[in-house]
């Protein structure tokens, strides 16, 4: 058996041998799942319901007054800081003291590429097609960036 991964283990094992260990996170969970509701509510009766689905709520027990509402655009993010004393005031007519609402928007994954199979490249025009026929014919044979641009104008159409 592997002792270095063994010994990792353990504390994990430990933990789910003591319900005492899990105690505390599932308590964490339950009180962010509970806020998160509370402010979906809030924001559906200050009548931005279309809003409180695309957003998530970051809230740390370390800062319990402070509030993160993480957003997927800038658009919605500037609603939401119009509004976030609102926002505030009705969570803590609830019983959650809330005194700060913060908004991030949240940053774009680069790298992720959308579903593009059906979709065709652009056509070149007439002089995109002729620029490059003729920048191909400039390079070597043996040139990888001769290959590459033959493969680029065998894919792709002119315009006409």
């Known amino acids: 058996m592997n002792k270095p991964l063994v010994k990792l283990a353990q504390p994990w094992q430990d933990c789910l041998a003591h319900e005492q260990g899990l105690k505390p996170l599932l308590e964490r969970a339950k009180k962010h799942d509970a806020l998160t509701h509370a402010v979906q509510n809030a924001i559906h009766s200050l009548g931005f319901a279309s809003i409180s689905q695309s957003l998530l709520v970051e809230w740390h027990p370390d800062r319990p007054s402070e509030l993160v509402l993480v957003v997927p655009n800038a658009t919605i993010g ?44 652009p056509e070149f025009t007439p002089a995109a097609q002729s620029a490059w026929e003729g920048l191909c014919q400039k390079l070597s044979p043996q040139s990888s960036l001769r290959q590459s641009i033959e493969r680029l104008l065998k894919n792709r159409k002119a315009k006409r």
């Open 78 to 121: 500037t609603r939401l800081q119009q509004i976030a004393p609102s926002i505030a005031k009705a969570l803590n007519q609830h019983q959650w003291l809330i005194r700060q609402v913060r908004v991030k928007v949240k940053p774009k994954q680069l790298g992720v590429r959308t579903n593009r199979v059906n979709e065709h490249p």
